[in-house]
């Protein structure tokens, strides 16, 4: 069980969650919780206007609610900011919005009620996930459509997936039965939320499901990078490239730590390769940028990821509410601290940073593929004519390759007024966020196709035989795809390997020795 207090969340921590580990909420959060609700409750029967809470929102900041009107106005706000559209978000997804809203809530800037903040943490520990359209939010005044999906199901209202349903199924499938937030709370035996003042927009006025988004696909780009240098060993040997560049001493005239540790993974997998040995005098001089290079690129997408990392890091724990709750000066304060814009940008530079990781991906493949660059059967198949072997397999490698290259168009540039010119310039960081998923997932399909046709090359080099540790991963590759004899159907192999690569299996084939 992790620990909620606002302030100690990890990245590592949150995929956990998102992958079904429970939480609980710190006695120390609970203490600042109780603190800042004591303020809203004297504000919200005060004669002075404080926004969200005895006020309207938005463009209705000016008018002014009836005491007796505070409960309704919570509940309207929620009903009329659910306008979320397109497919829901992946019960991961979900589960990691959940996590980070109640780690928002616990640090004591909100103003909810402790009883609140617990129907949360429950409603995540008991499997009960809301469902949340993936597309509404322009990611300013934080992403307030997903979050009114979410929040409606704690009110016994919207959709939701109850416990006996996700019981069935994994926390990665997409494929979910719905059922009525109502229906949801009752099988898992909770009961529906009664918001006070304040309580509805301290649900909903965040960067939550953005940064959730960004989180985990930031998470399998890192993996993903991993990957990367292994697929990049395999073609290198099986292309028979040398392994002179990826000395240390090269890579420490330049100190980028991406490329020193992509260097030295290259390096270390490629160590005690019988083919290596095989041609270490062949005469060749330089090898072609896409195997030679690999460390230079492969290192440039780590330093991005590195940049991410910190801007997400710092968010997990950030308060992203308005107006926010100082309890020691008794004040409530309007800001804007749900401004989208780092995660934005954060996940605008994570989408453009894998296109040359599959770029490069891609060019090593056609290269095994070429005879006349390879000096392989063409197509990697022995009976070419006859066979056409995996020619298709590079031609998909180049058209997700291209499909990358349109999604590294920033999200984050654009900006739209909304609610009446009062958000009159915003951030798109959810639009940014699914897109730098959606870029994860096709880079994903690349590295699977360099590393599916790598292993074949490995094959054809026989009796010649990899290094040790590469001959681990093309092991754990031939107990999911056999070797390429006669034509097949492509398709169900590469599906293997990206799920192989997806669990981290290709990385820890190699007796973790890839950083």
């Known amino acids: 069980m992790i ?18 580990e429970s939480v609980a909420l710190s006695p120390e959060a609970a203490q600042r919780v109780h603190a800042s609700r004591a303020v809203v409750e004297r504000k919200a029967h005060g004669a002075e206007p404080a926004y969200g809470i005895n006020t309207g929102f938005g463009s209705f900041a000016e008018v002014k609610i009836a005491p007796e009107a505070l409960e309704a106005l919570q509940v309207n706000l929620l009903r009329s900011h659910a306008a979320g559209v397109g497919d829901p ?25 402790v009883e609140t903040l617990e129907a949360l943490v429950a409603l995540l520990n008991k499997n009960v996930h809301p469902c949340v359209p993936a ?53 898992a035996g909770l009961t529906p939320v009664t918001l006070g003042p304040k309580e509805g927009l301290a649900l909903i006025n965040g960067t939550q499901p953005s940064t959730a988004v960004l989180a985990l696909a930031l998470s399998a780009a890192e993996q993903l990078a991993r990957a990367a240098d292994v697929a990049a ?14 000395e240390a001493r090269i890579h420490e005239a330049r100190p980028l730590a991406g490329q020193i540790a992509s260097a030295a993974n290259i390096e270390r997998l490629m160590r005690g390769s019988a083919i290596n040995k095989s041609h270490e005098h062949c005469g060749r001089v330089q090898d072609a940028y896409s195997m030679r290079c690999a460390p230079q690129v492969h290192g ?51 989408a453009s940073a894998l296109v040359p990781l599959a770029t490069i991906s891609e060019r090593r493949t056609a290269r095994l593929v070429d ?99 590469l001959a681990r991963v093309h092991a754990l590759v031939r107990s999911r795809v056999p070797t390429l004899d006669r034509d097949r159907a492509p398709a169900p192999d590469i599906a293997a390997l990206i799920a192989l690569i997806a669990t981290s299996a290709v990385e820890n084939a190699c007796d973790r020795v890839v950083k």
């Open 3 to 20: 620990q909620l207090n606002g302030s100690s969340l990890t990245i590592d921590q949150l995929v956990a969650i998102a992958d079904g």
């Open 233 to 246: 060993a395999l073609s290198i040997d099986a292309l028979r490239g040398s392994i002179r560049p990826f």
């Open 89 to 113: 978000l992946p019960v991961r997804s979900v589960r990691a919005t959940m996590a980070l809203r109640a780690n928002v809530l616990a640090k004591g800037f909100s103003g909810v009620r």
């Open 371 to 469: 005879p006349a660059l390879s000096g392989l059967p063409a197509f990697l198949t022995r009976d070419g004519g006859l066979q056409s072997g995996l020619m298709l397999a590079q031609v998909t490698a180049a058209a997700v390759a291209s499909e990358l290259k349109t999604l590294a168009h920033p999200a984050g540039i654009d900006t739209i007024p909304t609610s009446a010119n009062k958000e009159d310039h915003v951030s798109m960081s959810m639009a940014a966020a699914l897109k730098a998923e959606r870029a994860v997932n096709r880079a994903r399909e690349v590295i699977a196709i360099e590393l599916l046709c790598a292993c074949q090359a490995i094959d054809l080099l026989a009796p010649l035989t990899t290094s040790p540790q």
């Open 300 to 350: 440039a997408t780590r330093e991005a990821l590195r940049f991410v990392r910190e801007i997400v890091e710092i968010e997990v724990n950030s308060a992203t509410d308005n107006p926010m709750v100082f309890a020691a000066a008794d004040e409530i304060v309007s800001g804007g601290n749900f401004h989208g814009a780092p995660i934005a940008i954060g996940a605008d530079l994570l």
């Open 135 to 187: 597309r509404g939010s322009v990611g300013a005044s934080g992403d307030l459509a997903p979050l009114a999906h979410l929040a409606l199901v704690l009110i016994g209202e919207g959709e939701a997936i109850a416990e006996d349903d996700a019981s069935r199924r994994s926390l990665r499938s997409a494929a979910w039965t719905r059922v009525s937030g109502a229906e949801a709370l009752a099988r």
